[in-house]
T-cell receptor, first 113, second 115 residues
Framework: QKEVEQNSGPLSVPEGAIASLNCTYS??????FFWYRQYSGKSPELIMS????GDKEDGRFTAQLNKASQYVSLLIRDSQPSDSATYLCAVNRGTSGTYKYIFGTGTRLKVLA | SAVISQKPSRDICQRGTSLTIQCQVD?????MFWYRQQPGQSLTLIAT?????????ESGFVIDKFPISRPNLTFSTLTVSNMSPEDSSIYLCSVGIRGNTGELFFGEGSRLTVL
């Protein structure tokens, strides 16, 4: 079992729809969770971080965390073609102030105009 | 966040040569890391760059192949030594910012092709 698992996709959604990206992790002691967006040929860009169970909203993005079930999700509302990218889930297994990141392999999202 | 500058952004190198990648950050950071992203793959941590001391390497990566320096809080270099085509990859500098809640930020990356 991979430490951080994501469906590789591609996930295709029509413009204006909600894109739902999912991630599961194996280390129950993980405390910090992140979503990165990576456009083709570019470096990862942090778009959301979440530390507590529940939802966290930022503009069109909502991150959801369920530690009991060990999953993190990212919802993108009103999806735009510019959202087409690979989305990387990352889990920081380190304690506060430390960095022991494990990255998933990413889900490729295609938003169809 | 921070502005993280890497150079070169890309290079084409011959087998057996070495290349040094530089990473400059515009603010003092607690942690600096070097990652590799091979084509179609996710990110793999090569090492943590420690200021003024030897880097901490992850399993599968060794200092002779990937020597790293970090002379101060804002600058680090990664050298890819004795390159082979298998070293063709994107190399990414990343930083954790002092006082931050564990968020990691990435430079633009250095795309290396070894012929």
């Amino acid at each position: 079992q991979k430490e951080v698992e994501q469906n590789s996709g591609p996930l295709s959604v029509p413009e204006g729809a909600i894109a739902s990206l999912n991630c599961t992790y194996s280390d129950r002691g993980s405390q910090s969770f992140f979503w990165y967006r990576q456009y083709s040929g570019k470096s990862p860009e942090l778009i959301m971080s979440i530390y507590s169970n529940g939802d966290k909203e930022d503009g069109r993005f909502t991150a959801q965390l369920n530690k009991a079930s060990q999953y993190v999700s990212l919802l993108i509302r009103d999806s735009q073609p510019s959202d087409s990218a690979t989305y990387l889930c990352a889990v920081n297994r380190g304690t506060s102030g430390t960095y022991k990141y494990i990255f998933g392999t990413g889900t490729r999202l295609k938003v169809l105009a | 966040s921070a502005v993280i500058s890497q150079k070169p952004s890309r290079d084409i190198c011959q087998r057996g040569t070495s290349l040094t990648i530089q990473c400059q950050v515009d603010s003092q950071v607690t942690m600096m890391f070097w990652y590799r992203q091979q084509p179609g793959q996710s990110l793999t941590l090569i090492a943590t760059a420690n200021q003024g001391s030897e880097a901490t390497y992850e399993s599968g990566f060794v200092i002779d192949k990937f020597p790293i320096s970090r002379p101060n809080l804002t600058f680090s270099t990664l050298t890819v030594s004795n390159m082979s085509p298998e070293d063709s990859s994107i190399y990414l500098c990343s930083v954790g910012i002092r006082g931050n809640t564990g968020e990691l930020f990435f430079g633009e990356g250095s795309r290396l092709t070894v012929l």
